[in-house]
């Protein structure tokens, strides 16, 4: 049973604001504790707590927005994640599970038990000895300056196996093969497939993408320039020095998504995401 929950939402979208205030008073009408993020607290009007998404150890979470909003919470919520509801306030929104005029049946549904979990891989990203924030979709190093060449060389479980000369490299999940990679000329990862790829952005050389196994770990040595950017899901940023070995695995957490049967208008199956939302938009 669920007992607790915690509010997200993008910040700049009034009909947001106006869901997370009439979110909050109907789950609160449902006996549930209702925390909401504090960086609503002067956007929203609410009489429940507000309190940093880093500290939300609720039962589950809704998180109101597009991908950016899901990404930045699940960067950010402590571990393990609890499970996340999506409701779609983004231009995209494939991550995205209901529509906002479904939210209050998809809450009564979820307190019946009538949902299912989908869990999603994520990767665990070091820099020298510094541990970063597990990856749900994607983790991007690229020099500091745009249209810099990075020069890198690629390691698969300790071994040489290529070098790279491009403007960045991507390392992706199933989840983010739909995202950045994409657009880069990558492949989709089909949800079954246990794995991830890897993408050079703009390159120099032959290079196309390449898929590894889940258990692969993959470092990056950078010859030049003398600085680097590591960017998780495209909200946490890291810049160091190029000195420092850059390591991509599979990582021991996971993100949980409330996903439904087909009673609402978005279906949830991965492949209707990618006709309705994505590739084959219209067809």
């Known amino acids: 049973m669920f007992k ?16 997370t205030e009439e979110l909050s008073e109907y789950l609160k009408g449902k006996g549930l504790k209702v925390y909401v993020e504090d960086s609503l607290a002067d956007k929203v009007s609410s009489e429940e707590e507000f309190i940093p998404l880093a500290k939300m150890t609720t039962d ?12 930045r919470t ?10 996340i509801l999506t409701i779609n306030m983004g231009v995209r929104g494939f991550l995205t599970e209901v529509e906002p005029k479904d939210a209050c049946k ?13 869990e999603c891989a994520k990767l665990s ?36 196996i290529l070098k790279s000369q491009a403007d960045g ?24 497939v246990d794995g991830f790829v890897l993408t050079p952005i703009c390159s120099l050389t032959v290079f196309r993408s ?5 258990d692969s770990t993959l470092s990056f040595k950078v010859e030049r320039p003398k600085e680097m950017l590591v960017l998780i899901d495209g909200n946490y940023r890291r810049l160091t020095n190029a000195d420092k070995t850059i390591k991509v695995t599979k990582s021991t957490n996971t993100t949980s998504f409330i996903r439904f049967e087909t009673d609402f208008d978005l279906e949830t199956d991965f492949y209707d995401r990618l006709r309705n939302r994505l590739l084959f938009k219209g067809t």
Do not use: H, W
């Not at 910040?11 to 106006?18: E, G, I, M």
């Not at 589950?60 to 990404?71: R, S």
């Not at 992706?172 to 990862?189: D, F, H, N, R």
């Not at 390449?210 to 889940?214: K, T």
């Open 4 to 19: 607790s929950v915690g509010l997200v939402a993008r910040f700049d979208k009034k009909s947001a604001l106006k869901l």
């Open 60 to 71: 589950f979470v809704i998180a109101i927005g597009g991908d950016g909003t899901i990404l």
């Open 74 to 83: 699940c960067i950010t919520v402590p571990k393990p994640e609890p499970p």
């Open 106 to 118: 998809a809450v009564d549904r979820i307190l019946k038990g009538d949902y299912k979990i989908e």
């Open 125 to 160: 990203v070091t820099v020298g000895k510094e541990k970063l924030p597990d990856a749900l979709n994607d983790v991007v190093v690229s020099a500091c300056e745009p249209s810099k060449i990075l020069y890198t060389q690629v390691f698969k479980n300790g071994k040489p």
């Open 169 to 192: 490299l991507i390392v992706a999940t199933q989840t983010g093969s739909t995202g950045y990679s994409l657009s880069a000329g990558g492949p989709v990862l089909d949800q079954e």
């Open 210 to 214: 390449l898929v590894f196994p889940a």
